[in-house]
Structure formats: C-alpha cells, structure tokens
C-alpha cells in the first residue's frame, strides 16, 4: 500500500526550532537566564518598532493577509501534491513555539506590557491556518461527520483570533494614548548642559578575578566619567559627584545612559561603575543561599564589595585627586569635583550594592553636605555581618529615593521595602519608597516593570515615574553644591509634595495614569507589604 506523505510532522519540528537557540545555548554551557537573553532582547526590539508605529503592525497584517491568499489558491489546485507543504506547515510550527515563549516570558517577565507583537504572530498563525486548511468547520468539505484534525484547526483559528483581539483598538488608532514625556522641566529632555563621556579601566582584585564567571568575561572593568561641558564664562568653579551601579550581568554603560546624561547634563560629574556581578567562588554550587528581611548570604557577596570598593578607590585617583587622569584634567580645567555633595545609586543588584557605596563613601567624608541615595528595583543586599553599611555619617541633608515597579518579576518589592528601614532615622518626607503601578488602560500599555529605569524600555512611564525625580534628585544637589538655597528648595519641594511627586499625568481621553504609591513605612503601614515579614 502507498503511503501518503504527511506535511503536518513539520509543525513539531517547527516547533522546537523556535527553541533551537535557547536549547544550543543551554548545552553549551550557558545558563537559563543567559540562554533566553538574546531572544528577549529580540523581543523587545520588534516590540518597540511595532508600538512606535501601529501602521506598521497594520500594513504588515495586509501583507500577510495578501501572502495568504496566494498560498491558499495553491493549496486547492495542488491538493494532492503535500510535499510542498511541508514549509508552511514547519512555519506554523514555529509560530506556536515563539508564540508559546511569548506566554512564558509574559508570565514570568513582560506582565502584558507588549501588546503587538502577540497580535501579529496571532494574525500570521490565523491567516496561515485558513490558507493551508481553509475556513474553520468542524467537517471536512463533503464529509457529515465531525474529524478530530478539524477540531484541532478550529481550535487553533479561534486561538489565534484571540491573540488579535485585544491589539486591533491599538492597530486603528481607538486606545487611549499614555501622555508625552514632559516637554519642560524635570523629565523632559536632559539638560541644561550637553555632556562628555571618559572611560577608565581599573584593576580587579586578584582574589575577584580568580573567581570570574563566563558571562561578563569580554569586559575589559572600567570606570565611565561623564562630565558636563560648561560654558567657560559660567562662574561655577566645583561640582557634585554621582556615583551609579548596574544590576546582574547587565555591565553595559549604553544601557543606563540616558540615566547617566540626565544626572550629568544638570551639572553633575557621574561615575557609572562597572563591577564583576557573575562571580563563582569555591563552594557557590553547593551554598543553600538564605533570604531574611530584604538580605542573603550568597557567597558571591564579599568579591563583589571588595570589587567595587576598588573602583571607588580609582574614581577617587582618577577625579578627585589634584594629579587627575589627563583627559579628565582636560576637560575640567579649573573646575573640580566636590564629592561632599552626593549621589549614590543603582539598579536592581546595583542598588543592592549601593549600601557598599555608602559604607565606603561615608567613611571618606563624602556626602557631608548633601545626600541623594537612589535605589531602583533593588535586589536583596549582603546579610554576611562585615559588609553591613555603617550610615551614621549621613548629613541631615539626606534624602532616600526607592522606586519598586509593580510588576517587578525578577526582584520582586520586598527587598525595598526591607531596605527602607535602615534609613529610618530620618524624617518621613526624606524616607520615601514609591510604588511604580502598571496601568494597562490604553496603547502602549504602561506595565512597570523590573527594566522601567534602562535605556532599552525607556518609555512614557519611565519618564513620568522615573526620570522627573532623577532630574530632581540632581537639581537638589547641584544647588546645594552651589549655595544655590532658592534651586534647592525647589527641586525638596517638588520630591516631598505629593501631588507634584506622585502624579503621572493623563491619557488622552482625559483618564489620570495610575499615580505613584508613596509609602513612608511601608513594611510597618501597609498591608499588600506584610506578605514580606
């Protein structure tokens, strides 16, 4: 008996295709988080070129559409050749496998924040079913009984129908917008001055060195000195310090610059850290790692902090000695860098570290004026009793900014939350945790989420939320650095009043963006926080 040729068994293969790079990566060595990295940044690039543009998704429906209905006429006048199948049949497949990642990054990442790229991998899979298989009917055509292969199109066209659903508002211009970024004052565009940017290599401890992992080991450990261009005439002769930390394997300065340009282009000096994170000391495997009121015991705590005190050695060698490095004595000239007006702060395991900064910078008398201390998305910090940051030296001019999205899927809230606590020796008004709220309302959906303060998922939200009060924080200091009362009153003013602090502006349809939670004591007060105890 002849058998017949089954095109339908390239939707298995098609399918694990889509797992291909990740299932390479794993067996090379790699591990999850870093195996799944590079689709996710995909991801997240064909994301923000669809939500800039809804007519692309919208030609791009058309395209596919079109495309489909030349495949579906060659499908009827060849039916009975299926070799020729087989492509569009493996495509199929490959739709599921990286419609099927989509859902588990959603789940444990993106939180609904992308809503077009799941429209337009639902509408090619729909299109695709109705060209290969025809309109969904539960019976075949000239057939009374029901066949088990329909039921399965159907499902899937119906599948895919709702997958487009929720994006076709977005697609024909009916959802409410989110509000621009600010067009004047904090948020807007960095200034008011432009800025240079220098980089410095450092040297790693041995004992950090001996124990680095594979992920971080093309970078050359730098320090990245962004300074402003001030005009000559400006009679300015010092200014403030900043000093940013990046989160886990993430040591990539063009990630964070819009952070960095925001600081300096105030007239701040910022030192962007790079720091070994993917470290792997004897013993890391086996350690059974302790979480305990926002803090761990990893083993890879201690290379970490002696790392990054190293640096901070070099920023002090570099910038802050009167033999500065020559291209930074270049640019500064006359001008110095005055580190008794601060900032410290970071990103997820950056701002778990920051309390290394302040443990190290404290000592030194830097900050004595002025403190700005800026968690985002923080991690949980050393538990190990020698790296507890002693912050008794903070200046009563200190002021304690932790921002925690609401949809933080990698950190979680309760390391801020924990966090909060060691700064409760200071007045309500310079303690503040603020909760980022996701607000799904209209297109683009805002969802803050664990990567709202980077470069590459800068967006109204992160604007709103984050960047106005990085404006802010480095007003406040510039001022002060200055003697600038007036300037820095304003810039307290604008951090410590709620109205002016928490409110995120409106969609167009005239709806409020969900306002920032600001918690004073949010462990102590709030009840969606006593789950962290």
């Known amino acids: 008996m002849k058998r017949t040729f089954q095109p339908a068994w390239a939707i298995p293969i098609g399918f694990l ?28 690039e064909w994301t923000m070129a669809l939500r800039n543009s809804p007519a692309l998704t919208l030609s791009s429906m058309f395209i596919i559409a079109g495309l489909s209905y030349g495949l579906r006429k060659a499908v009827v006048a060849q039916n009975d050749n299926h070799a020729w199948k087989t492509l569009p049949y493996g495509f199929i497949g490959l739709l599921i496998g990286l419609i099927t990642i989509h859902f588990l990054m959603n789940a444990f990442y993106l939180r609904g924040a992308f809503l077009l790229l799941p429209t337009l991998m639902g509408w090619t899979l729909a299109c695709l079913l109705v060209a290969m298989g025809g309109p969904p009917s539960l019976r075949a055509p000239g057939q009374n009984h029901m066949s088990a292969t329909r039921v399965v199109h159907v499902v899937g066209v119906f599948f895919a129908a709702w997958l487009v659903m929720p994006g076709i508002p977005a697609v024909i211009g009916f959802a409410p917008s989110p509000p621009d970024a600010p ?79 925001h600081l300096a282009a105030k007239g701040m000096a910022v030192a962007f850290i790079q720091y070994p994170s993917d470290l792997r000391p004897e013993g890391h495997e086996a350690h059974k790692a302790t979480y305990e009121q926002g803090m761990t015991d990893y083993l890879q705590h201690v290379p970490r902090d002696l790392a990054i005190r190293s640096a901070i050695d070099h920023v002090d060698s570099i910038l802050l000695q009167p033999q500065r490095e020559a291209q930074l004595e270049a640019h500064l000239g006359q001008r110095y860098v005055d580190p008794s007006a601060l900032w410290t702060g970071g990103h997820s395991l950056g701002a778990a570290y920051t309390f290394s900064t302040l443990d190290d910078v404290l000592a030194r008398g830097w900050g004595s004026r002025a403190l700005v201390v800026a968690l985002e998305s923080p991690a949980h910090r050393p538990m190990q009793e020698t790296l507890q940051p002693d912050l008794s ?141």
Not at 215 to 231: C, M
Not at 480 to 496: K, L, V
């Open 17 to 44: 295709l889509a797992f291909s790079e990740m299932i390479v990566r794993l067996l090379a060595g790699k591990g999850v988080v870093d195996s799944i990295w590079p689709h996710a940044v995909r991801s997240l």
């Open 183 to 261: 067009s004047m004052g904090y948020g807007s565009f960095p200034g008011p001055y432009t800025v240079e940017q220098y980089r410095s290599p450092y040297t790693v401890p041995d004992e950090v060195a001996s124990v680095r992992g594979d992920l971080e080991d093309d970078i050359e450990f730098s320090v990245y000195i962004t300074l402003p261009n001030l005009p000559e005439d400006l009679p300015i002769s010092s200014m403030p310090l900043a000093i940013l930390l990046h989160g886990f394997g993430y040591p990539d300065v063009d990630a964070y610059q819009d952070w960095i340009n």
């Open 393 to 533: 030296g903070m200046p009563d001019e200190t002021l304690v900014q932790i921002g925690i999205p609401q949809d933080d899927m990698s950190v979680g809230t309760c390391p801020g939350a924990f966090h909060q606590q060691l700064f409760a020796a200071l007045p309500n008004e310079r303690n503040q945790l603020l909760e980022i709220q996701s607000d799904l309302y209209g297109f683009p959906r805002l969802v803050a989420s664990h990567y709202l303060q980077t470069d590459p998922a800068h967006d109204t939200l992160s604007d709103w939320s984050f960047y106005r009060r990085v404006d802010a924080q480095a007003d406040y200091l510039v001022a002060h650095g200055r003697e600038d009362t007036f300037t820095a009153d304003w810039a307290y003013q604008y951090m410590t009043d709620e109205t002016m602090l928490t409110g995120m502006g409106e969609w167009s349809d005239g709806t409020p963006v969900l306002p920032l939670l600001w918690h004073t004591n949010a462990i102590g007060d709030v009840p969606s926080f006593q789950d962290c105890v």
